[in-house]
């Protein structure tokens, strides 16, 4: 419920999931997509806000909140999905949760971008789709994998 919700609001979490979308949105801005093959990819203000959203939920649960996680940060085109990043959200703690957050291409453009797959160097931006999922996984617990598709 909303009165539980604000109760787990952590002002501290807040600040360094601002950090973290920073770091993302860099990491995404020379993804590495194809053999020799960089992309810059731009992530909707809508998905931004969802991702931090969702971020900040499957935290606040966790024992050190945002600051215990490790987040995977990877894009699936096709049947593919390619590794962009790992952060570890506050190095100096311990990490009891690891997140892998999957952000999609916008399909819309498909068509247009299968040649950036091929051998060659370029530079191109591309729009990310606002659907992704986020894999949560207790690194201090031997629970189920949790799975949210947004």
Known sequence: SLPDLDLLHDPEDEL????????????????????KRCSRLLMPAQLLAQVRTELLRLACSEP????????????????????????AVDPAVVPTFQLTLVLRLDSRFWP??????????????????TGFRVIKKKLYSSEQLLIEEC
């Open 64 to 87: 050190c909140g945002l600051r215990g996680a490790l987040l995977d940060l990877c894009v699936e085109h096709g049947k593919a999905c390619h590794d962009v990043g790992h952060i």
């Open 16 to 35: 360094l999931c601002s950090n973290l979308m920073d770091l993302v949105q860099a990491m995404l801005g020379r993804a590495p997509l194809g053999a």
């Open 112 to 129: 247009k971008i299968q040649g950036l797959f091929t051998s060659g160097p370029a530079f191109t931006p591309l729009k990310l789709s």
